[in-house]
Nanobody, 121 residues
Framework: QVQLVESGGGLVQAGGSLRLSCAAS????????MGWYRQAPGKQRELVAT???????NYADSVKGRFTISRDNASNMVYLQMNTLKPEDTAVYYC???????????????WGQGTQVTVSS
């Protein structure tokens, strides 16, 4: 089976930086789009950033200019560099990937377990 495992969350003061990592593992043929989403208490999960296999990126307006998404196709990793963090960035951050499995023509959507990011004012 496929697993996405996030790391790098934590507590940081406003204006600080964190880097999130996500490792995909399992019986994968290829990984298409990878991305990061977040969910704050009492709110719906929202898109933060996505990146295609060819490294085309898309960002939520709220994080443009502060966050950078990148990926390493060789190691099946995706990263989120978060700079100039604000208290409103506090949320559980989830890794997401659209993955085609070995011996399957279909691609499926997978989620990590989430990592907490807390930004204090």
């Amino acid at each position: 089976q496929v697993q996405l495992v996030e790391s790098g969350g934590g507590l940081v003061q406003a204006g600080g930086s964190l880097r999130l990592s996500c490792a995909a593992s399992g019986s994968m043929f290829s990984i298409n789009v990878m991305g990061w989403y977040r969910q704050a208490p009492g709110k719906q999960r929202e898109l933060v950033a996505t990146i295609t296999r060819g490294s085309s990126t898309n960002y939520a307006d709220s994080v443009k200019g502060r966050f950078t998404i990148s990926r390493d196709n060789a190691s099946n990793m995706v990263y989120l560099q978060m700079n100039t963090l604000k208290p409103e960035d506090t949320a559980v951050y989830y890794c997401n990937a659209v993955i085609r499995l070995l011996a399957s023509p279909s691609a499926y959507n997978y989620w990590g377990q989430g990592t907490q990011v807390t930004v204090s004012s």
